[in-house]
């Protein structure tokens, strides 16, 4: 059975720089591209950034510059490095792989981000 744990949100101030995690069980981790999703308040729960099973990037154009993926196969745990927050950054954060995302509803509990003065 397929686990996704969020950890690392907070609030923070624009400007500043949080790290999240997300530790997947239940899966061959090391096979799946993995990506990182918001949802403000409001809004369509939108990906920010996803990385391959090789490591390729991609990231949405709101975050590209300021956010680095990354992943440890070894601990099926994949990062989100979010820098130069802003108030738009604000929502919750989830992980999940795009494929099993288009398939199964099932998603963690996502992490909430903050971002205010």
């Known amino acids: 059975q397929v686990q996704l744990v969020e950890s690392g949100g907070g609030l923070v101030q624009p400007g500043e720089s949080l790290r999240l995690s997300c530790a997947a069980s239940?899966?061959?981790?090391?096979?799946?591209?993995m990506g990182w999703y918001r949802q403000a308040p409001g809004k369509e729960r939108e990906q920010v950034a996803r990385?391959?099973?090789?490591?390729?990037?991609v990231y949405a154009d709101s975050v590209k510059g300021r956010f680095t993926i990354s992943r440890d196969n070894d601990k099926s745990t994949v990062f989100l490095q979010m820098s130069s927050l802003k108030p738009e950054d604000t929502g919750v954060y989830y992980c999940?792989?795009?494929?099993?995302?288009?398939?199964?509803?099932?998603w963690g509990q996502g992490t909430q981000v903050t971002v205010s003065a």
């Open positions: 999940n792989s795009p494929s099993m995302a288009a398939t199964s509803p099932y």
């Open positions: 239940g899966i061959v981790f090391s096979v799946y591209t």
């Open positions: 990385i391959t099973s090789s490591g390729f990037r």
